[in-house]
């Protein structure tokens, strides 16, 4: 199995620097690089990549146009689109989500959560940076969109699988995790898969979502 990846930025550097990641995995492989938005949905209809890594600021169109022609609603034939940007602002992570981007990466977030959302978008699911969730979460919580009273039942978590939910929900990545809870990074990931069975979730933004439905977070002031 081999992702095809397709990414768009108008700086070379950063392309360059984004291949050099993504190939670096033997389960990727980049197919075509393009250098603003109209090339990105052009190259993307054209070579039919699995996922695409697109910039929010490119000429012609930006990330956000580029989203909803390859993956909103009115996409004929839906590709896979990852946001990866230097710019964390609330309008480019709500426009990136509504417009269909099956995640949503900071160039600062480091290549493995870049490596993990690539594959998670080729699965089907979702991935967004742990800082942007956590941010989210507050505003939704301190604003009362986070529904009360409606949280999953659930099986009893073990009072570890509970501690790496609750990093979880306070944007922590695997890696920093596993250094808090001084375990491996296999442990998390496994942790990770066991309770996303046991919650019925399907990526760590569900899980961080239930954390804040159960108030499992509530008394952190982080």
């Known amino acids: 199995m081999t992702i095809k990846v397709l990414v768009a930025d108008d700086q070379a550097m950063i392309r360059r620097g984004l291949r050099l990641i993504l190939e670096d995995q033997p389960d990727i492989a ?29 000429p012609k169109l930006d990330g956000i146009e580029v989203t909803r022609a390859l993956a909103g609603p009115g996409a004929t034939d839906p590709i896979r689109v990852i946001v990866v940007t230097t710019f964390d602002l609330d309008e480019y992570v709500y426009g990136a989500l509504r417009g ?20 998670a978008a080729y699965n089907g699911e ?34 570890r699988a509970l501690e790496v939910v609750q990093a979880i929900a306070r944007g922590r990545t695997n890696q920093e995790i596993a250094a808090e809870l001084f375990i491996s990074l296999s442990t998390v990931k496994s942790h990770l898969s066991g309770i996303q069975t046991k919650l019925g ?22």
Do not use: Y
Not at 100 to 119: H, S
């Open 100 to 119: 269909g981007a099956a995640g949503f990466v900071l160039k600062d977030a480091g290549p493995a959560l870049l490596i993990e959302a690539v594959r």
């Open 201 to 222: 979730l399907r990526n760590r933004t569900e899980i961080a979502v239930w954390a804040w439905e159960n108030r499992i977070v509530e008394s952190t002031s982080e």
């Open 30 to 58: 980049v197919i075509g690089e393009a250098v603003n938005g109209a090339e990105a949905i052009a190259m993307a209809r054209r070579l039919r990549p699995d996922v695409c890594l697109v910039d929010i600021r490119m």
């Open 126 to 159: 979702a991935l967004v940076s742990p800082s942007v969730t956590l941010r989210l979460l507050k505003h939704l919580n301190e604003t009362g969109a986070v529904p009360r009273g409606c949280a999953r039942q659930s099986p009893q978590l073990s009072e």
